[in-house]
């Protein structure tokens, strides 16, 4: 894969603005990494944990009713690990040492990620138009999962062991 230097340009860009910032990778959000400046950390395995802790935050965020999700914050005795949405399909997660004025590394991150977002919309390919084949028969709703609270009813009368 080959990576835009204007997205590289971005995360030195970063680096530079935020010296405490031990390393960045923008990933997909299933978890592949699409560039990283990340020294001494296993950037793949990043973009996968943050891949997956971006699903849970915004499941956290759907279950109050609070919108889209936008950034996350896991503090930690070392430092910060941050990540922000860059756009619909992708992520920025910075890892920070525990020094760094969190205001400023969200002050520079947000601008990074705008600026990285209209990098990534100009590289998106264009979407094929094609018609979906049309389908025969009923149509078959797709499985829902049904959250735990709602099957209290059904567990009564069962305890835990």
């Given at each position: 894969?080959?990576?835009?230097?204007?997205?590289?340009?971005?995360?030195?860009?970063?680096?530079?603005?935020?010296?405490?910032?031990?390393?960045?990778?923008?990933?997909?959000?299933?978890?592949?990494?699409?560039?990283?400046?990340?020294?001494?950390?296993?950037?793949?395995?990043?973009?996968?944990?943050?891949?997956?802790?971006?699903?849970?935050?915004?499941?956290?965020?759907?279950?109050?009713?609070?919108?889209?999700?936008?950034?996350?914050?896991?503090?930690?005795?070392?430092?910060?690990?941050?990540?922000?949405?860059?756009g619909p399909n992708a992520l920025l997660t910075l890892v920070t040492s525990g020094n760094a004025n969190l205001a400023m590394v969200h002050l520079e991150a947000r601008r990074a990620v705008r600026r990285l977002v209209a990098i990534l919309v100009l590289e998106a390919p264009a979407p094929d138009h094609q018609p979906l084949p049309a389908r025969s028969?009923?149509?078959?709703p797709l499985a829902r999962r049904t959250p735990m609270a709602t099957l209290q009813g059904t567990f009564r009368g069962r305890q835990a062991g």
């Open positions: 894969m080959t990576v835009d230097p204007a997205v590289l340009t971005e995360l030195g860009r970063l680096r530079a603005r935020v010296p405490e910032l031990s390393g960045s990778v923008l990933a997909t959000t299933d978890g592949m990494v699409v560039a990283h400046d990340a020294h001494g950390i296993e950037p793949d395995s990043l973009a996968a944990l943050a891949a997956a802790h971006l699903a849970l935050a915004r499941r956290f965020a759907h279950a109050v009713n609070h919108g889209e999700l936008r950034e996350s914050v896991v503090e930690c005795d070392g430092g910060y690990i941050t990540s922000y949405t860059a028969g009923p149509s078959i």
